[in-house]
């Protein structure tokens, strides 16, 4: 009986990106890459649209996809894979959201940082704090973070 084939199967997400200001090159394109070099030179590559053809997705939906789950079907939210992620338990009846805390001008109201989560360690635990207990009522139902 043969083996089966081996596939090796790298998937770079989030590289895309834009020129830095008054550039014309990318960060990607000004990194030094020789393994990715050599492992596009060797391999297969190229550009898929994971879901359906002309629709953009997050990676979260694109990852289910390219493992063979219809996204559509089996999604329900990026909330409980940031969860998983960090360790948490989902049990059943469990809410989880995604969230970015951002930083805003408060005299323009204009969104300076979107995402100040990226380095979260001294402010993450004094946001996430002001919000545990918080209670929010919808539709005549309340609910606590």
């Known amino acids: ?16 990106d834009v020129a830095l200001h008054g550039q014309r090159a990318t960060p990607l394109s000004l990194a030094k890459t020789p393994v990715l070099d050599m492992v596009a030179r060797v391999g297969a590559n190229g550009l898929i649209d994971p879901v359906e ?31 998983l992620g960090a360790g948490m338990d989902m049990k059943m009846g469990d809410i989880a959201f995604k969230s970015n805390f951002a930083v805003v001008d408060d005299r323009t109201g204009v969104v300076l940082k979107r995402r100040v989560d990226r380095s979260f360690e001294e402010a993450g635990p004094v946001l996430c704090e002001a919000l ?12 606590r973070v």
Do not use: K, N, Q, W
């Open 1 to 16: 009986m043969a083996r089966p084939a081996r596939v090796l199967l790298v998937l770079i997400d989030g590289v895309g």
């Open 53 to 83: 053809p002309g629709l953009a997705c997050g990676s979260d939906t694109a990852h289910l996809s390219l493992f063979g789950y219809d996204p559509r079907v089996v999604y329900r939210g990026r909330g409980a894979f940031e969860s």
């Open 132 to 143: 545990d207990g918080l209670c929010l009522e919808m539709d005549g139902s309340r609910y």
